[in-house]
């Protein structure tokens, strides 16, 4: 699974669930059981929230298990990779290259991994205090790219297995007006129904129809080594804090 930036140490002061619960409702678990291709567009625009930081996702990427020959779970349930069996809705944070630590969002039925990794994204609540932190990056890239938007989040791997749905200090919920959010138990659109569709390489760079309707493209996941002709990364068009990814040039 991919990698993300160097950068300095966490925010400081873990965030208690009051903290968290703020904003919108968070998605429930069944809008998350669902395969990581469905759920990862269904994310980009939604705020994920630790504490007084909330940040707008803006770039994802989807992995798979067994299946997956980039994923964490493809040798199976491994201590590091069990939480990617589910329950989904939980979080999974790894730490990428021995120092940033990377959030994801475990999917689909229990026993079956798969996981969304968020990549980067624009901070929406408590950006003085992370600006203070890192004077010398722009606004744009305070959070632009998996490792820098784990650290303005202050994410570790404490957090594993914590649920995002509710009642802890993690959460992820609609930025979208009620009348444009995805229905959490809708089946999985027909754009990712076939697996096979993504897998063959078509489509790469295209514009994905949904909610955001032209604004969101996918292509290749950046970042690792195997599993690159699969265009499972999926973006806001036009949105400046979504990382200036090169394929393959980065250590899995």
């Given at each position: 699974?991919?990698?993300?930036?160097?950068?300095?140490?966490?925010?400081?002061?873990p965030p208690g669930p009051a903290a968290a619960a703020a904003g919108p409702a968070?998605?429930?678990?069944?809008?998350?059981?669902?395969?990581?291709?469905?759920?990862?567009?269904?994310?980009?625009?939604?705020?994920?929230?630790?504490?007084?930081?909330?940040?707008?996702?803006?770039?994802?990427?989807?992995?798979?298990?067994?299946?997956?020959?980039?994923?964490?779970a493809f040798r199976g349930p491994t201590p590091r990779a069990a939480v990617m069996f589910g329950p989904p809705g939980r979080a999974y944070v790894y730490l990428s290259y021995g120092v940033h630590w990377c959030l994801n969002i475990v999917c689909g039925p229990a026993g079956e991994a798969s996981a969304v990794l968020l990549r980067a994204g624009e901070v929406m609540a408590g950006r003085e205090a992370v600006q203070a932190h890192w004077p010398t990056l722009a606004a744009r890239d305070l959070a632009r790219g998996p490792g820098r938007l784990g650290r303005v989040l202050g994410v570790a791997s404490s957090l594993t297995g914590t649920p995002m749905t509710g009642g802890g200090p993690l959460v992820v919920h609609p930025s979208l007006p009620a009348s444009d959010r995805p229905a959490p138990d809708r089946p999985a659109p027909d754009r990712f129904a076939a697996a096979?569709?993504?897998?063959?390489?078509?489509?790469?760079?295209?514009?994905?129809?949904?909610?955001?309707g032209e604004r969101v493209h996918r292509g290749p996941r950046v970042g690792i080594r195997a599993g690159t002709e699969r265009p499972w990364r999926f973006w806001l068009a036009g949105e400046p804090s979504v990382s200036a990814a090169r394929t393959g040039r980065r250590r899995r």
């Open positions: 699974m991919g990698g993300g930036l160097t950068g300095s140490p966490e925010l400081p002061g968070p998605y429930p678990a069944a809008f998350f059981d669902r395969p990581a291709l469905a759920v990862a567009p269904d994310l980009l625009g939604a705020t994920v929230r630790h504490g007084p930081v909330a940040v707008r996702i803006t770039e994802v990427e989807a992995y798979g298990g067994l299946d997956d020959p980039a994923s964490h096979g569709e993504l897998r063959d390489g078509q489509g790469v760079d295209g514009a994905v129809p949904g909610a955001l």
